[in-house]
Every structure is written in structure tokens, then in C-alpha cells.
């Protein structure tokens, strides 16, 4: 039996960080609806003056941030001592765990465009080590599948291996679908499974997720059947997972937690200084 979509979400359009303009598609008014995922963020823009304030130092506890820069640059620096560029066609995987600050600055470039997913850690791993991987174009396989590519930006498939996420089964697809094809894949039924349709429209088992708009799949089903009803090529995003089912405490900002006390205490730690909790030795 094909999945079918329960809800499409519409993005609404704010400012995030010091002046980045940018879709927030899923949110905390959607975060049990799409568990394991918390947030999307989607940014489109060929306007410098959208992204050039980027953002600043900044602290996260408890999920991972997995950011896909589809076109353009996102410079990222962390205080494990991380400092590097994601490029074009490229992903940024962050652990943040126990705590990290970071911050992510967009040099101008002709257009700047992809999307930022958090995911959430379950209550177990919300004290793991941080980690960041800077998951470059190059290395990212993409297969053909006869009506189309898939880029494996994480996880498996078929016999395909990809970026491992350590904490929760994951697979990530950016799959393109050429005009009037389509696309199916074999899935568990208690597989927790999110939709972006990121180029185009897509038909998801003959219901429309239009452009820009998130896709909240029903449990069970043993297919994902996608279609590409137009003349232009399209891309849609796939984010397979298991459901966690824990309480989720999360006011605005970027630390996730299971409890209100949980979530007081870590920005309580931020005000006094003692957040971080793994630092790297300068000396080695």
C-alpha cells in the first residue's frame, strides 16, 4: 500500500538570526505532527541584502542541525574549533548534544538556496559529545533510477551507503524526477517519513505537495510512490526516520529539551557561562 500524505505545510515567510530572511515550514506547531524533525527552514534568495547578516555566535543543546546548500556558501565556525565553508550541492551534519555555539555567515554569491532541518535527539543522547561533519558535493553519491537521480545526502540506499547519522536511523534523499516520471521506494510502515518539495511540484501518491511546501506522511504503508506530473524537471527532498515519542520542551530559540526544567537550566548555564560542557584542547 502506497503512503499517503496526512498535511501539506505552507511556509510563512520571517526574519531569523541577525537579519536573514528566510520560510519557516515546519515549527513548533508541527513538531509531533513531523517527529523526529523539529524545524525546516528554507532560504531562496538572489539578494545579498537578505543573508549577509548571517547568524552570529549562537548556542544549541539536544537536537542536530543538518543544513543542504543546494547553491551558494554557508562558512560555519564552532567552539570545538571548526571553521570551514559548505559549498554548493554539499551538507552541513552538527551534533550539538551536551552544547556547542556556533555560527553560520553567507558570503555573496549569485543566488543562495537550500534548506535546514533539526533533528531531534532522543532523551538518551540529548548529552552526547558535540560533533560537526562537513559532508562535501563530491562525496555525496547520486544514483539513477531510470526516471531520474537521487543524491544520498545521508543514510542508505538500496545497496547505496551514505553519511551515518549515530543516533538515529536516518536517510536523506534529494530526489529528482525527470518530466512525467516517477519514483517509488520500498518502506517499513512505522517508518516517520517528511517531504520538501524543493524544485517543483510533486504528486505523492496523486495528491499535490506544491513547490516550497512540506509533506507530513500518515504512518503506515509499505511504498512511497512520488510523481512528476509536469514538463520541467523536478527535486523533492525525503527525510526517512523513526518516531521518538518523548515530550519535547521547546519555547523559540535553539535548545530542545524534554522538560521545562531542562530547558531553564540550559539557558540559565548560557547567561552564567558554564553551557559548554566538551571543549577541545588548543595545546594538542
Do not use: C
Not at 8 to 36: F, I, W
Not at 129 to 135: F, L, Q
Not at 264 to 282: H, L, N, S
Amino acid at each position: 500500500m502506497n503512503r499517503k500524505l496526512k498535511k501539506n505545510v505552507q511556509g510563512k515567510a520571517n526574519v531569523d538570526g541577525a537579519g536573514v530572511h528566510l520560510l519557516n515550514v515546519l515549527t513548533r506547531e508541527t513538531m509531533y505532527d513531523s517527529d523526529p524533525l523539529l524545524l525546516l527552514d528554507a532560504f531562496d534568495s538572489t539578494n545579498y541584502e537578505d543573508y549577509k547578516a548571517g547568524f552570529p555566535m549562537h548556542p544549541h543543546r539536544g537536537i542536530e542541525t543538518i543544513s543542504y546548500v543546494y547553491q551558494g556558501i554557508m562558512v560555519h565556525k564552532d567552539s570545538l574549533g571548526n571553521e570551514d565553508a559548505v559549498k554548493t550541492g554539499g551538507v552541513q551534519w552538527m551534533t550539538s548534544g551536551s552544547g556547542i555555539f556556533h555560527e553560520e555567515m553567507m558570503p555573496e554569491v549569485d543566488r543562495l538556496f537550500g534548506v535546514q532541518l533539526w533533528l531531534n535527539l532522543p532523551k538518551k543522547y540529548k548529552w552526547v559529545k558535540p560533533e560537526y561533519k562537513n559532508i562535501a558535493s563530491e562525496d555525496i553519491k547520486e544514483i539513477d533510477f531510470g526516471g531520474g537521480y537521487l543524491r544520498l545526502l545521508a543514510g542508505s540506499y538500496k545497496a547505496y551507503k551514505g553519511y551515518q547519522a549515530k543516533y538515529l536511523p536516518v536517510s536523506y534523499y534529494d530526489v529528482h524526477i525527470k518530466p512525467n516520471k516517477s519514483f517509488d521506494l520500498d518502506i517499513n510502515e512505522d517508518d516517520s517519513i517528511t517531504l520538501f518539495s524543493l524544485i517543483g511540484d510533486v504528486y505523492v501518491d496523486d495528491k499535490k505537495l506544491p513547490n516550497f511546501n512540506a509533506g507530513l506522511t500518515e504512518l503506515g504503508g509499505d511504498k512511497l510512490f512520488l510523481e512528476n506530473k509536469s514538463d520541467q524537471e523536478i527535486s523533492v527532498l525525503v527525510f526517512i526516520s523513526k518516531r521518538i515519542d518523548e515530550p519535547i520542551a521547546w519555547t523559540p530559540g535553539p535548545i530542545v529539551m524534554n522538560t521545562q526544567e531542562e530547558l531553564d537550566q540550559a539557558y540559565r548555564e548560557v547567561k552564567e557561562g558554564t553551557f559548554i560542557k566538551d571543549k577541545i584542547d588548543m595545546h594538542k
